[in-house]
T-cell receptor
Framework: AQSVTQPDIHITVSEGASLELRCNYS??????LFWYVQSPGQGLQLLLK??????LVQGIKGFEAEFKRSQSSFNLRKPSVHWSDAAEYFC???????????FGDGTTLTVKP | DVKVTQSSRYLVKRTGEKVFLECVQD?????MFWYRQDPGLGLRLIYF???????EKGDIPEGYSVSREKKERFSLILESASTNQTSMYLC???????????FGPGTRLTVL
């Protein structure tokens, strides 16, 4: 069965600092991988996704993620965090024909001024 | 832009009531999903649907049922609401290739 682990429940960074959110997955074949962001009181919005090809994926709002098959990881990065990035971030894994994704428990990001 | 709307942002019901949560998407997506979101537990899939009148159980279907009579609408039904069903409910849709999911704003349901 597929699963996703986000080891960090809560991360605090200063505005302007770099950010890395960790995601590890378990899946038997080549996965589809996603990062979503959820602002308070809102639904989830897709930041980026990996299906195949280049393992470094660019997303919206200046985020990027790198797929590392050997480490079963898909970590999210941003070189300089803005106060508006404070939110909850979810990593998800799916498959081409499975019809559903499995989500991690989420990482809450706090940005200090 | 894809738009997924949910009938209520906040809902308060009493134990034993029948509750309907409605979700509508405007992008002609084949797939629709219902999740519940609880602190520390992430998103858990309740039911999903690949097509009209078709449904499949997700990870936590107990206490819930669904209805999809039209392609754009997917309803979640709590036959007899209980306090442990107090949660945030999120609806999502995705196109046929089952890739990116588009989420509604959520319904925060409180069962007293």
């Amino acid at each position: 069965a597929q699963s996703v682990t986000q080891p960090d429940i809560h991360i605090t960074v200063s505005e302007g600092a770099s950010l890395e959110l960790r995601c590890n997955y378990s899946y038997g074949a080549t996965p589809y991988l996603f990062w979503y962001v959820q602002s308070p009181g809102q639904g989830l919005q897709l930041l980026l996704k990996y299906f195949s090809g280049d393992t470094l994926v660019q997303g919206i709002k200046g985020f990027e993620a790198e797929f590392k098959r050997s480490q079963s990881s898909f970590n999210l990065r941003k070189p300089s965090v803005h106060w508006s990035d404070a939110a909850e971030y979810f990593c998800a894994v799916g498959a081409a024909n499975a019809g559903k994704s499995t989500f991690g428990d989420g990482t809450t990001l706090t940005v200090k001024p | 832009d894809v738009k997924v709307t949910q009938s209520s942002r906040y809902l308060v019901k009493r134990t034993g009531e029948k509750v309907f949560l409605e979700c509508v998407q405007d992008m002609d997506h084949e797939n629709m999903f219902w999740y519940r979101q609880d602190p520390g537990l992430g998103l858990r899939l309740i039911y999903f649907s690949y097509d009209v009148k078709m449904k499949e159980k997700g990870d936590i279907p107990e206490g819930y049922s669904v209805s999809r009579e039209k392609k754009e609408r997917f309803s979640l039904i709590l036959e007899s609401a209980s306090t442990n069903q107090t949660s945030m409910y999120l609806c999502a849709s995705s196109p046929l290739d089952r890739s990116t999911q588009y989420f509604g704003p959520g319904t925060r349901l409180t069962v007293l």
